[in-house]
């Protein structure tokens, strides 16, 4: 059966719900699909869920690996209130998010399910450790990491219920928090490596959503699991649509007329880099008439939890977010999520886009990148914060860091092959571009693409910007664009740069293009954009040449893009308003 088999072996099946003739001999089979029904009212299993819970009630540890909202809980839920196979007792579940556990606990209470909860907020310790000591036992037990770390009296109560055979499953959910990998890493996680030597009978059930291998090993081993059962699904979100744009100077524009267009009082998050960003980019969507707040780690608890409940209740439509919004989000119908800013990782970028249509319906995951961006990205990986030196994280962290954030722009820049092949692929995961339904930005204009060998331009341009900066002159990507492409304008007849050999010399590039080629030469570190302040308090970007300029100049590098002659406008602005209002009529939502 697929629980003997390791992770990697076990194929993505196509059938949604299981073919139950495959387990009706199973001792535990009848019990599980009467509890489905009776308490949970559910008809039928998602994928996995019933193979994991057989596999929990045979006694064996298990790792399930399911995309967000895939349906985890129900896999340590329903085998909590089975009375065969291994449970016997508590079930105890930890879980990082206070609102996390309420919100299940809530649920399962609203089914009738004896649920306890045990954390930093629970009143009455005494009458939730008598419970615990007296008869009937509940079916489970919520914690949080910090309490099963740090209280005594829960240590001797779980002592006590390991004696006498009470204790049926540990339970670590959202399991990626224990590994220093990722960026919801919590400390109190790290003391969950303790239970297999404490409690060395006690089955160990490990999920989450994190589709990274390497951090899947880090859980498996820091959780020390043995002969454990695994599951795995694809990845694929079948219902999100990815769509990548060039971050132009007026993204605020783009983004609301995106929004108003698409997706107008649709629910939302736009996630940024920094705090001060997102309160920015939250008052200028406000200043348009968005119903918008910001949210980050530095507001108040109160704030956030404020800003959480007028979005979880629809009276506010968007969310301007770092990605302190993330964990425990769980709004079924989010239509879209945008990243206004690089996401530092694939990984996270899947994470955050998984947060758009949880319920099934369509919805539209749109980021722009900037190869400015970027550069602010490895600055931070590469200065200490605040200048302090010690916060600088390790040379090898760094360069983890530097490949991933690397990645996230070969991904943008990649307007070839579908953005499901490229993401899947980055989580190991083979997918045959066909099943995207072009529902990616690449599939859905793929046909018209062409490629074209820019090398001889490419060495054109870093040609003219060698000039510049020998001559000291002081240039921007524009100024340099419009010499290039043979503009006819007063600034640069005055500057004489209609004189330089290099003028004109891609007046034969369709304008789309020759952005590109500009961008791909600084991601290659042909070109290098400078930021200097202007007396006025201005930043400006001048471009200089890159640290490789030279070796791409001598002809060291073959440069080819891939280009889409008309390419059509994702975004159209609100003045060409019949063509979107004919198909917003139509109410064709999140197609292309
Ligand atoms: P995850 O923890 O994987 O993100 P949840 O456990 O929160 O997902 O489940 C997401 C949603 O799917 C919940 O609303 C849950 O009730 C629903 N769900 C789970 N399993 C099933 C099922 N077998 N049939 C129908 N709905 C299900
Ligand atoms: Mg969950
Ligand atoms: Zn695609």
Not at 108 to 131: C, F, I, P, Y
Not at 210 to 222: E, F, G, H, K
Not at 223 to 248: E, G, H, M, P, V
Not at 512 to 530: A, H, M, N, P, T
Request: proline content about 4%.
């Amino acid at each position: 059966s697929a629980a003997d088999k390791p992770l990697d072996e076990v194929l993505p099946s196509t059938e949604e719900t299981p073919d139950h003739t495959l387990f009706a001999n199973n001792p535990y089979y009848n019990e599980i699909m009467q509890k489905l029904k009776s308490v949970f009212r559910l008809k039928d299993f998602r994928q996995n869920q019933l193979e994991a819970m057989l596999a929990a009630l045979a006694g064996r540890d298990v790792f399930v690996l399911m995309p967000t909202g895939g349906g985890k809980s129900l896999c340590y839920q329903l085998p909590a209130v089975c009375t065969g196979g291994s449970t016997k007792g508590v079930t105890i579940v930890v879980s990082p998010l206070l609102s996390l556990m309420t919100n299940q606990v809530d649920a399962l209470q609203a089914k009738d399910v004896d649920v306890l909860v045990w954390n930093s907020e629970t009143v009455d310790h005494g009458e939730v450790m008598r419970r615990l000591r007296g008869y009937p036992k509940p079916s489970l037990l919520y914690v949080s990491p910090e309490k099963i770390k740090d209280s005594g009296a829960l240590k001797s109560i779980f002592g006590d219920l390991y004696r006498v055979g009470q204790l049926a499953r540990f339970v670590v959910d959202e399991a990626h928090c224990i590994s220093t990998w990722g960026q919801d890493f919590r400390e109190a996680y790290q003391y969950l490596g303790t239970l297999r030597e404490t409690y060395p009978d006690v089955p160990i059930m490990a999920l989450t959503a994190t589709a990274n291998q390497l951090m899947v090993d880090d859980i498996m081993q820091r959780l020390k699991l043995r002969n454990c059962a695994r599951f795995k699904q694809s990845f694929n979100r079948t219902n999100l649509n990815y769509l990548i744009l060039d971050k132009k100077t007026k993204v605020i524009e783009d983004i609301y007329t995106f929004i108003n267009t698409k997706h107008r009082g649709e629910t939302g998050i736009i996630y940024c880099l920094g705090r001060d960003k997102c309160e920015k980019v939250a008052g200028q969507l406000r200043q348009k008439g968005l119903r918008a707040k910001h949210f980050h780690a530095l507001m108040s608890v109160t704030d956030k939890e404020q800003v959480l409940q007028e979005w979880q209740s629809d009276r506010i439509q968007i969310v301007v977010a770092t990605i302190a919004f993330g964990m425990g989000i769980d709004k079924p119908n989010v239509r879209f999520v945008i990243h206004h800013d690089l996401p530092k990782s694939l990984d996270g970028y899947y994470q955050e886009t998984g947060r758009a249509g949880r319920d099934q319906k369509p919805a539209d995951c749109l980021l722009f990148y900037s190869y400015r961006d970027y550069k602010v990205i490895l600055k931070m990986i590469n200065n200490p914060k605040n200048g302090d030196p010690s916060e600088l994280a390790s040379p090898e962290a760094r360069k983890r860091q530097e490949s991933q954030v690397k990645m996230v722009m070969q991904y943008c820049l990649n307007v070839s092959d579908c953005r499901r092949v490229q993401l899947l692929q980055f989580f190991n995961e083979k997918f045959d571009r066909r099943h995207c339904r072009q529902f990616c930005d690449n599939c859905s204009h793929g046909a018209a693409m062409i490629e074209q060998n820019l090398t001889e331009e490419a060495k054109s341009i870093i040609d003219l910007v060698q000039e510049f900066h020998h001559t000291g002159q002081l240039v921007t990507l524009d100024h340099c664009r419009s010499v290039f492409k043979g503009a006819d304008t007063s600034v640069i007849r005055e500057r004489g740069h209609n004189r330089l050999p290099q003028y004109g010399g891609g007046k034969h590039l369709d304008s789309e293009l020759l952005e590109q080629l500009f961008k791909r030469l600084c991601y290659l570190e042909g070109l290098d954009e400078v930021s200097m302040q202007t007396n006025g308090g201005w930043h400006v970007y001048y471009l200089k040449p890159g640290k490789r300029a030279a070796e791409i100049s001598s002809g060291g590098e073959e440069i080819r893009l891939f280009y889409r002659p008309r390419a059509p406008k994702l975004i159209k602005s609100s003045s060409t308003s019949t063509a979107s209002k004919a198909r917003k009529g139509k109410g064709t939502k999140a197609q292309k």
